[in-house]
């Protein structure tokens, strides 16, 4: 049997069957018969009748007929009509809970469709995924957009296109039953849950790691019939999808290396750019007069930075910087750009800017972040991108510092570290700091973490990733073991040098 939603949503019941009373809800019909004076309807049936009672004079042969079904505990009626019942009779329709359809147009055709649609569900779903199929090969499932309106007109039930983290791009509305199950694992997937079924089918790229994009349909409890049509027509979607994907993927590819090259001519060609180089750095955007400030971001291994390139710019943007971003193979190089000479203080507040937008990529990268210092004209841009190089991949040593560094902070903190990497200063070091436990154990971390972040329980709490009320219990317990007073400049210090000399 199926549930009459399903037949309402048959291909030529659509727009010319409607509902003239009662509710077609939780009904389910599992063959049709045209009911005449001397056939009675019976349980589970579609019941049909050639002629209008309602039409012939008088409605009392329709409340007949609508009595008649309700015993016999018939799913619906159907009426060769779309004339809206008397008010009299849509109250019995629901005081009887019988639905009452109406239908215009070729009444053996609809009759027809319907029963092999109970007859043979197999066949409906065949055509229904041929449909897809039909209309992917025909081009109305070009773009995301087109091939969600294809999929859902074919199932009738809501269908989006989800990004690799389950934010929704386009389709149906977000809403509870359109979620990944589990967005860690790419396979598909189908989750039931009170209202419905959750399908969902991951995007694959050959050659590329992780999900590119999810398909997910939504099928409610009373359309539990497509669910397995509407698993076939994701899998041919999710095909669809692939290739449109690759085809991006290939546009994508081809400018990330062009950007490449031209980083190259920009580093090679230093003050004495060509006007050629110029105006092919004007034509991309790239500023290379001005004053540079370097950013290098290392990424871990299979990390798609091409494929990220767009989240990373994001990333940064949301903070306020815009930057020139550009894929490596070990993550993304770029700048930003001011006419004059930045000063100080906004050098500290473009460095908290690009600490925020790390902190963002961080989670589905574990990149490492380096910042160079202002460096003037076009060859400033070579010399500020190999600072931050240098700083990043010392930051992807400092955990405590969250993995980003800053190369005004790298010179001070390496001049430090110099200083107390003596066979003296060591031992003292070990014997200040040895009531707090071993070096790499969560008091003498969270004291390197505050002071580094010059005893902001904030700073600290976002960079081991804990909660402030944890950071203000460490510390205060590091001052009752150690008897110090960290807000006492001498003792700050000592302790600041012992944590470098031995968490480094």
Known sequence: MLPLASLLDLPGWRGRVRVLGGSPTGRRVGSVVLVTDRV???VGVLVATASDPAAEGSAWRL?????????????????????DLPAPTRLLCSRLEVC??????????????????????????????????????????D??????????????????????????????????GLAIPRPGEAVPQRAVLAGGTTLAQPVLLPGIPGVQRWLVAWVPNERDDVGETAADCLVAGAVALAGRLAMDRLVLERDARARTALLADVLR??????????????????????WHVGVHVSTGDGVDNAGLRADALAAFAATGTELVLVEQDSGWTGWWTAPREPSAEQVRTLAASLR?????????????????????????IAATLAEASD??????????????????????????????RTNTFEPAAQSLLAPLGAPDGELVRTLAAYLDAESSVTET??????????????TARVEQLLHVDLGDPDQRLALHLACRALTT
Not at 148 to 154: D, N, P, R
Request: hydrophobic share 45%.
């Open 40 to 42: 009675e309807p019976r």
């Open 63 to 83: 409340d007949a007929l609508l009595r008649r079904a309700a015993d016999a505990g018939a799913g619906a009626v159907l009426l060769p009509t779309t004339t």
């Open 100 to 141: 009452v359809l109406g239908s215009e147009g070729s009444f053996l055709e609809l009759l027809t469709e319907a029963a092999v649609a109970l007859a043979a569900p197999e066949v409906v779903r065949a055509r229904t995924v041929l449909r897809v199929h039909t209309g992917l090969a025909s081009g109305r499932g």
């Open 143 to 176: 773009g995301p957009a087109r091939l969600v309106t294809l999929v859902a007109e074919a199932l009738g039930v809501p269908v989006a296109v989800l990004d690799r983290g389950g934010q929704h791009l386009e389709g149906s509305p977000q809403e509870a």
């Open 269 to 290: 060609g230093g003050d004495d750019a060509s006007a050629l180089l110029r105006r092919r750095a004007a034509a991309t955007g790239w500023p290379l007069d001005g």
């Open 356 to 380: 925020a937008g790390h902190r963002e990529l961080q989670g589905s990268t574990g990149c490492a972040t380096g910042v160079g210092r202002p460096h003037p004209g076009p060859g400033g």
């Open 391 to 420: 700083a990043a991949r010392l930051a992807g040593n400092r955990p405590e510092r969250g993995r980003f560094l800053h190369v005004d902070q790298l010179g001070v903190a390496q001049t430090l570290l110099a200083w107390t």
């Open 461 to 474: 709490a976002a960079v081991l990733g804990v909660h402030r009320n944890t950071v203000a219990a460490r």
